[in-house]
C-alpha cells in the first residue's frame, strides 16, 4: 500500500502553519479525520438528523437504523458477540468512570485491592482513587522494569485472591509500552477478579478483539481513530454489563417512571440516558469502515516502521533522551531535550510547523518516576511519512542551536 497517498484523505494536512507545511505528530492526543468521516457526519446533518428510539417518522427512522448500525459496526470491529456489549459514551474517560462508579463502587469493601499501573492515564487512575476512598479498598501498584514494561511474575504477585478489579492500559500514552493483556487477563480470572482495559491508544492502531483478550471491560474514544470529538465506547461482557448500575439518569434510559420508583431498560440502553451522540456515532462507523478499508494488521505494520525509525534517529541525537522500551512499541515516541523545557521545544518546533505534544500527558505519576516534570512526544499515524520524522529531526537541530546555552 502507498501510504503517501492516504493523505490527500485529509483535508488540514494542505495547511501551513508559521509559513510551513504542517507536519502533524500529536494523533495520540486526537488525530485527523478523512474526508470521508467528515462527508459521513455531513450527510447525516442534512438528510437524517432526528432523535432516535423515539419519534416513528422517516427521519426518526432513518437516524435510528443509522445509530444501530453504527453500533453494529462497533460490535464487529472489536469482534464481541453481541450488539448488546457495546455502549456509546462520550469517550474514554466517561466509559471508564462507568465502571468505576457503576460497577466496581456498589461492590468493593475494606480489604478489596484495586490492581493498577503506575503508567495510567488519570482517566484510568483517577476514578479508582475515588472508588477507594468511598469503599475503603485499597489501590495496589503493579512495579515497572526499568524500561517501563510489567513483568507477568510481577503480576502473579501482586494480583491475589484481595484482589478485585485490574485496570490496566493495553498501549501507554507516554512510553509505547504494549502490555500482554490476554495474560493478565488469564491471571487475573484465576482469582476472581475482572480486568479493565483502556482501549484509547490501541484499538486504533492495531487488530483489537475483545474475546482474544478476554477483557471484562474495554473503552476507547473515537477522536483518536479518525472519528468525531465527543463519542466513545465502553465494551463489557454481558454478565458484567448486567451487573452494572447506570450512572446517568433522565430520559432515553428508563422503562417505567411511576411517581417514587422508575425501571430501567435493558442492556446497553440504560446506559445511555438523554439524546445520545447521533452523529458522534454516525462519524466513528464511518471511521471503522476507513481503517477497515486500509487493515488494522497494516496499519499496525506501518505504525512499527515509523515508530522504529523516529525511535532510532531521535536516539542518534546528542543531548536527546528518549524513554520508554526499545522494542516494538505504541505509535510514538517520548523524549526530553537536556536542558530544555517540553514547552519551550513545543513551541520552537511550532514555528518550523510541526506539532508535537507537551506535558505530563496526563500521567503525573508515570512523569515522576521517569524523574521528569515534563516530556515532549512525538506521535503518528497512517496519514505520516518518514519525510514528517525527517522533518521533526531538522526542527529539533535547530532548536538544538537555539536553546544551546541552555544545553551548556
Not at 500529536?26 to 485527523?32: E, F, L, R, W
Not at 516494538?328 to 530544555?340: H, K, M, P, Q, S
Request: glycine share 8%; proline share 4%.
Amino acid at each position: 500500500m502507498d501510504f503517501s497517498l492516504i493523505r490527500r484523505d485529509f483535508p488540514i494536512l494542505n495547511e501551513s502553519i508559521n509559513g510551513k507545511p504542517l507536519v502533524y505528530l500529536d494523533s495520540a492526543a486526537t488525530s485527523q479525520k478523512p474526508r470521508q468521516v467528515i462527508d459521513a457526519i455531513k450527510a447525516y446533518y442534512e438528510s437524517s438528523n432526528a432523535n432516535v428510539h423515539r419519534g416513528v417518522h422517516t427521519l426518526g427512522s432513518r437516524a435510528t437504523e443509522a445509530y444501530e448500525a453504527a453500533r453494529n459496526n462497533v460490535a464487529k470491529f472489536l469482534n464481541a458477540k453481541s450488539d448488546e456489549q457495546i455502549v456509546f459514551t462520550r469517550g474514554t474517560t466517561e466509559s471508564l468512570n462507568m465502571v468505576a462508579h457503576g460497577y466496581a463502587r456498589p461492590r468493593l469493601k475494606p480489604g478489596d485491592e484495586i490492581v493498577i499501573t503506575p503508567m495510567e492515564h488519570h482517566s484510568n487512575l483517577i476514578p479508582w482513587q475515588q472508588v477507594a476512598k468511598v469503599t475503603g479498598a485499597t489501590l495496589t501498584y503493579l512495579p515497572l522494569q526499568e524500561d517501563g514494561t510489567i513483568d507477568l511474575c510481577n503480576v502473579e504477585k501482586t494480583i491475589t485472591a484481595r484482589t478485585k478489579i485490574v485496570a490496566m492500559v493495553h498501549v501507554s500514552n507516554v512510553l509505547g509500552t504494549i502490555n500482554p493483556i490476554a495474560d493478565v487477563a488469564r491471571i487475573a480470572h484465576r482469582h476472581g477478579a475482572i480486568l479493565v482495559v483502556d482501549g484509547a491508544q490501541s484499538v486504533p492502531h492495531m487488530p483489537v478483539d475483545v474475546q482474544a483478550l478476554d477483557c471484562d471491560f474495554l473503552a476507547f474514544s473515537g477522536h483518536k481513530m479518525m472519528g468525531p470529538t465527543g463519542i466513545g465506547v465502553l465494551y463489557g461482557k454481558r454478565a458484567v454489563l448486567e451487573q452494572m448500575e447506570p450512572v446517568h439518569f433522565g430520559g432515553e434510559m428508563i422503562e417505567v417512571v411511576e411517581l417514587y420508583e422508575s425501571t430501567f431498560k435493558e442492556v446497553p440502553y440504560r446506559f445511555e440516558g438523554g439524546t445520545p451522540i447521533i452523529a458522534g456515532a454516525v462519524g466513528l462507523s464511518a471511521a471503522i469502515d476507513y481503517l477497515k478499508e486500509i487493515g488494522l494488521s497494516a496499519i499496525h505494520e506501518r505504525d512499527v516502521a515509523l515508530t522504529a525509525y523516529a525511535y532510532d534517529r531521535l536516539r542518534a541525537m546528542d543531548e536527546i533522551e528518549v524513554y520508554g522500551p526499545a522494542g516494538e512499541r505504541g505509535a510514538l515516541v517520548t523524549f526530553n531535550l537536556r536542558g530544555v523545557h517540553p514547552h519551550d521545544l513545543s513551541t520552537a518546533l511550532d514555528a518550523e510547523g510541526v506539532a508535537i505534544r507537551a506535558g505530563h500527558h496526563c500521567a503525573q505519576p508515570l512523569m515522576r518516576w521517569l524523574k521528569q516534570s515534563a516530556t515532549a512526544r512525538a506521535s503518528f499515524y497512517v496519514y505520516n511519512t518518514e519525510r514528517d520524522i525527517d522533518t521533526l529531526i531538522d526542527a529539533l537541530t535547530m532548536a538544538k542551536e537555539f536553546f544551546s546555552h541552555a544545553i551548556g
